[in-house]
């Protein structure tokens, strides 16, 4: 035994294992943590003690929960990337190629997802217990349960958004059937329903000994509109003035079957493409402006600079109004504008440019990408923890919005509610149409999303046409909830005990650990008898008490703040390239601008946030009361 643990004895014992792998230094960072988590107490901290504590984690998961998948395969980069010129590539490439500095294939589309901790070692099988009674028992809704006003419509829609700009798991060709067992079988919208299995990569590797690719690219490049090939970049193009393929309606266009023509239309919804419409116009008038600015600049070399920017201000939005909202407190609020401006914050920022420490300046604009010694690509474990599908509810509510004025505020009145079904796929996409951009905005804004809590998975999931990549409905309806679940398994995603463990958190030792709510434990020991090691991650982290002000579980929280980090700092675009040259002077500036998705709103639809949105971020439901604005220590607030 290592001599930490002799002077640490007091580690937990199902943790030993972990820290018997760290270095002296970071066995004393960990037990400070640990000592910290014994008490339930980092979100208590004061804010820089608590970002301290963030801070300390995010080394430590850094150090041990990145791992490369696949590195000898044909697919990888390790194994087949070459130097490249990188300045030759200053621009974001249609399949992600030439962002990494040295190898050119590392974070490209159709590359290994990586994996922040091993595949679970555990032996229960894939059925145990069947996910169609996990389903049924502990996740479909019974009654719709929402944020109250932290989140709304359109933040949740900017979640599904971002995933379809980063992660999708390829496809096997070969079909697997889910059976519910008799017993529950009447309690589930499909008694049985098929899918295609995850296709699964041989590495030829000891320890990662299979994989799965990502059909997506996982930077935030804006692939979600811009395609994530060449063929998907070619479709979206204008090939005029940089521009983008953009409806008369400001929509976004549809080709003959009825299809949105966007970067990625696979299970999309209106609300996800209003998203899309958008930020497709928000790239348009970039364009404009930048041909305004530098005349010279020809349609390719427009389209470059336009993406560039328009990818930095979705990430921009995500960092410092997206999270804010979804972990509402000031510990959050000033670790993620840490995250983008440093501790100096962005007045001396604008005014001095990056100073060459992240602590201090941020992780924007560092002057070397970091990828803690794994190639940068997304996760199994990100993409389960972002399986969110009870943000949606049952209904979209639609609102008047005719009034002229609105000066003192008045809750626009609702028009009608129509079932979240009907604005899927081309249904959908017809009914935006109609509605037009302004209403669906205002009327998301107002509506709350669902909770992510246990009973609250949407019961229209249950029996869901999925989409293929070329947004086609697929001929077999599935039963969302209980594939989620099986998606985990058949992943070798661990379950949440040993999740937890390997993000260096106590595992539960009873299930009083994880919920103080009687009739969640009754139902947790029905399906999982007393064996909490069975618990599957999204049933932990749906039951798991909430910090107040989270939407999200703590153990979710930890996976985030590993990975949004590194989707920054990763990126030659948001480091080494995040410069004058490569984004031009006014491209910059127009990111430097652009603080959070009011100003893109405002922009649009000059006056309409102004009438019709009362809170402070636009994230929020619009009818809630403004955020104080003086909460936060003087050197975080941000900029006025
Ligand atoms: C109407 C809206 C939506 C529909 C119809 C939909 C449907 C789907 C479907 C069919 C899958 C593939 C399931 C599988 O075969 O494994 C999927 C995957 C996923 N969805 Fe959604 N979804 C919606 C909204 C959202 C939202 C709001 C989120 C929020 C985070 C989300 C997050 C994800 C994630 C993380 C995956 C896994 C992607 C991967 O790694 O392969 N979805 N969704």
Not at 364 to 388: I, W
Not at 401 to 420: A, F
Request: hydrophobic fraction near 40%; aromatic fraction near 10%; charge should be neutral.
């Amino acid at each position: 035994m290592k001599i930490s643990l002799y002077l640490f004895p007091f580690v937990h014992p199902q943790l030993q294992h972990v820290v018997a792998k760290m270095t002296l230094f970071d066995t004393l960072l960990f037990y400070v943590i640990h000592f910290v988590d014994k008490f339930g107490a980092w979100h208590r901290l004061p804010v820089l003690l608590g970002m301290f504590y963030l801070g300390i984690r995010r080394h430590l998961h850094q150090r041990y929960n990145l791992f490369e998948v696949g590195s000898g395969h044909s697919t990888s980069g390790s194994a087949t990337g070459r130097k490249y010129d990188t300045e030759e590539f200053c621009y974001r490439t249609a399949d992600g190629k030439c962002n990494h500095p040295g190898n050119h294939v590392i974070g490209s589309q159709g590359t290994f997802i990586g994996r922040n901790m091993p595949p679970s070692t555990s032996d229960y099988g894939l059925l145990d217990p069947h996910p169609s009674v996990v389903a049924t028992k502990l996740l479909a809704r019974k009654k719709m349960i929402d944020t109250g006003e932290q989140f709304n419509m359109i933040a949740s829609s900017w979640t599904q958004f971002m995933i379809h700009d980063w992660i999708d798991h390829l496809e096997d060709t070969q079909q697997v059937e889910l059976s519910a067992p008799h017993e529950i079988a009447g309690a589930c919208p499909l008694k049985s329903f098929k899918f295609f299995k995850s296709k699964s990569v041989s590495t030829g590797e000891p320890d990662v000994k299979f994989g799965f690719l990502n059909t997506r690219t996982p930077w935030w490049d804006g692939s979600v509109i811009y395609g994530n090939d060449g063929e998907g970049m070619r479709k979206v193009r204008t090939f005029k003035d940089g521009k983008l393929r953009i409806g008369g309606d400001g929509l976004l266009e549809h080709d003959d079957k009825g299809i949105p023509i966007s970067g990625d239309v696979r299970n999309c919804w209106a609300g996800f493409s209003l998203l899309q419409a958008l930020f497709v116009r928000e790239h348009n008038v970039v364009c404009d402006m930048l041909k305004e600015h530098y005349s010279d600049l020809n349609d390719e070399k427009l389209y470059r600079h336009a993406r560039l920017v328009t990818s930095a201000v979705t990430a921009k939005i995500h960092t410092i109004d997206w999270t804010v909202e979804l972990l509402k407190t000031d510990t959050l609020l000033g670790g993620m504008r840490v995250n983008w401006y440093g501790l100096l914050g962005k007045k001396v920022k604008d005014l001095f440019g990056h100073i060459g420490v992240p602590i201090l300046s941020g992780l924007v604009g560092l002057r070397k990408p970091k990828d803690h010694g794994v190639p940068y690509s997304l996760t199994e474990e990100f993409s389960s923890v972002y399986k969110m599908h009870s943000l949606l509810p049952d209904n979209l509510i639609l609102r008047h919005i005719s009034k002229s004025t609105n000066p003192n505020y008045e809750c626009p009145p609702v028009s009608e509610e129509v079932p979240m079904t009907e604005m899927a796929g081309k249904v959908g996409e017809r009914i935006l149409s109609k509605i037009g951009m302004e209403q669906m905005l205002v009327s998301m804004g107002h509506q709350a999303s669902g909770a992510l809590t246990l009973w609250n998975y949407p019961s229209w999931m249950r029996n869901l046409i999925p989409h293929d990549i070329d947004g086609e409905e697929l001929p077999d309806p599935v039963d969302m909830a209980a594939l989620e679940i099986y998606r985990d398994r058949e992943r070798g995603v661990a379950r949440y005990n040993e999740f937890r463990r390997n993000l260096l958190m106590t595992p539960i030792g009873k299930w009083e650990d994880l919920t103080d709510d009687r009739e969640a434990i009754k139902a947790l020991r029905e399906v999982y008898g007393e064996d909490v090691e069975k618990l599957d991650l999204i049933v932990g982290l749906h039951a798991e008490k909430k910090i107040k002000g989270f939407a999200i579980s703590e153990t979710a929280l930890f996976i985030f703040l590993l990975v949004a980090s590194r989707r920054l700092e990763a990126d030659r675009f948001f480091t080494t390239n995040f410069d004058p040259e490569t984004y031009t002077e006014k491209g910059l500036e127009w990111v430097s601008k652009t603080e959070n998705m009011k100003d893109v709103i405002d922009r649009h639809f000059p006056g309409m946030t102004a009438k019709w949105m009362r809170c402070s971020s636009a994230f929020s439901v619009w009818s809630a009361p403004p955020d104080k604005t003086n909460y936060i220590p003087l050197i975080l607030r941000p900029a006025t």
